[in-house]
Protein backbone atom coordinates (compact mmCIF):
# COMPACT_ATOMS: atom_id res chain seq x y z
CA UNK A 1 0.00 0.00 0.00
CA UNK A 2 0.89 3.72 -0.85
CA UNK A 3 -0.13 6.56 0.70
CA UNK A 4 0.54 9.74 -0.42
CA UNK A 5 -0.46 13.09 1.25
CA UNK A 6 -0.95 16.61 0.15
CA UNK A 7 -2.19 19.68 1.55
CA UNK A 8 0.28 20.80 4.15
CA UNK A 9 1.65 24.89 4.04
CA UNK A 10 1.75 27.53 6.46
CA UNK A 11 -1.08 29.21 7.33
CA UNK A 12 -2.22 32.25 10.01
CA UNK A 13 -4.07 31.32 13.68
CA UNK A 14 -7.46 30.84 12.66
CA UNK A 15 -6.94 30.11 9.08
CA UNK A 16 -7.92 26.59 7.44
CA UNK A 17 -6.10 23.83 5.60
CA UNK A 18 -7.16 20.67 3.80
CA UNK A 19 -5.00 17.81 4.16
CA UNK A 20 -5.86 14.67 2.24
CA UNK A 21 -4.37 11.49 1.42
CA UNK A 22 -4.88 8.92 -1.64
CA UNK A 23 -3.95 4.89 -0.82
CA UNK A 24 -3.32 2.89 -3.87
CA UNK A 25 -2.06 -1.07 -4.19
CA UNK A 26 -2.48 -3.95 -5.77
CA UNK A 27 -4.76 -5.42 -3.11
CA UNK A 28 -6.84 -2.49 -0.94
CA UNK A 29 -9.38 -4.01 1.93
CA UNK A 30 -8.71 -0.49 3.90
CA UNK A 31 -9.99 -1.11 7.24
CA UNK A 32 -9.36 2.33 8.64
CA UNK A 33 -8.22 5.41 7.69
CA UNK A 34 -6.41 8.26 9.33
CA UNK A 35 -4.64 11.26 10.62
CA UNK A 36 -1.76 11.16 13.09
CA UNK A 37 0.84 14.25 14.00
CA UNK A 38 4.22 14.51 15.16
CA UNK A 39 5.32 18.10 16.90
CA UNK A 40 8.78 18.42 17.07
CA UNK A 41 10.47 16.68 20.34
CA UNK A 42 6.76 14.99 20.92
CA UNK A 43 5.56 11.90 20.17
CA UNK A 44 3.20 10.85 17.20
CA UNK A 45 -0.29 11.22 18.54
CA UNK A 46 -3.41 10.44 16.38
CA UNK A 47 -5.89 13.23 15.42
CA UNK A 48 -8.57 11.81 13.89
CA UNK A 49 -9.25 8.51 12.48
CA UNK A 50 -12.67 6.91 10.40
CA UNK A 51 -13.21 3.62 10.10
CA UNK A 52 -14.99 1.30 7.49
CA UNK A 53 -18.32 1.81 9.22
CA UNK A 54 -17.90 5.87 9.35
CA UNK A 55 -17.95 5.90 13.00
CA UNK A 56 -15.54 9.05 13.66
CA UNK A 57 -12.61 9.10 16.37
CA UNK A 58 -11.00 12.98 17.19
CA UNK A 59 -8.57 14.18 19.60
CA UNK A 60 -9.73 16.39 22.06
CA UNK A 61 -7.59 19.03 20.22
CA UNK A 62 -9.24 18.39 16.72
CA UNK A 63 -13.14 18.10 18.09
CA UNK A 64 -14.94 21.12 16.92
CA UNK A 65 -12.24 22.20 14.73
CA UNK A 66 -11.36 19.60 12.35
CA UNK A 67 -13.54 16.98 10.19
CA UNK A 68 -12.31 13.79 8.44
CA UNK A 69 -14.00 12.26 5.42
CA UNK A 70 -13.32 9.37 3.66
CA UNK A 71 -14.40 8.36 -0.54
CA UNK A 72 -14.37 4.36 0.09
CA UNK A 73 -14.58 4.04 -3.87
CA UNK A 74 -11.04 6.35 -4.10
CA UNK A 75 -9.53 5.21 -0.97
CA UNK A 76 -9.01 8.76 -0.31
CA UNK A 77 -9.30 10.26 3.30
CA UNK A 78 -9.18 14.21 4.03
CA UNK A 79 -9.18 16.21 7.06
CA UNK A 80 -10.38 19.89 7.24
CA UNK A 81 -8.88 21.87 10.15
CA UNK A 82 -10.08 25.09 10.75
CA UNK A 83 -9.36 27.53 13.22
CA UNK A 84 -5.76 26.31 13.42
CA UNK A 85 -3.91 27.49 16.29
CA UNK A 86 0.31 27.65 16.88
CA UNK A 87 0.04 24.76 18.51
CA UNK A 88 -1.35 22.55 15.61
CA UNK A 89 1.82 22.77 14.17
CA UNK A 90 3.40 19.55 13.09
CA UNK A 91 4.33 16.80 10.54
CA UNK A 92 0.59 15.38 9.55
CA UNK A 93 0.79 11.10 8.37
CA UNK A 94 -1.42 9.34 6.86
CA UNK A 95 -2.48 6.58 8.56
CA UNK A 96 -3.97 3.24 6.69
CA UNK A 97 -5.07 0.06 8.07
CA UNK A 98 -5.33 -2.48 4.97
CA UNK A 99 -6.16 -5.89 5.86
CA UNK A 100 -4.64 -5.97 9.55
CA UNK A 101 -1.46 -3.86 8.73
CA UNK A 102 -0.72 -0.51 9.42
CA UNK A 103 0.36 1.62 6.90
CA UNK A 104 1.85 5.34 7.47
CA UNK A 105 2.39 8.26 4.19
CA UNK A 106 5.48 10.16 4.32
CA UNK A 107 4.05 13.21 6.02
CA UNK A 108 3.19 16.68 5.13
CA UNK A 109 4.49 19.47 7.40
CA UNK A 110 1.57 21.87 8.76
CA UNK A 111 2.95 25.35 10.30
CA UNK A 112 0.36 27.56 11.68
CA UNK A 113 1.85 31.22 12.55
CA UNK A 114 0.70 32.87 15.75
Known amino acids: VQLQAFGGGLVQAGGSLRLSCAAS????????MGWYRQAPGKQRELVAI???????TYSDSAKGRFTISRDGAKNTVDLQMNSLKPEDTAVYYC?????????WGQGTQVTVSS
Open 50 to 56: IPSNGRT
Open 25 to 32: GSTLMINV
Open 95 to 103: YVVNLGSAY
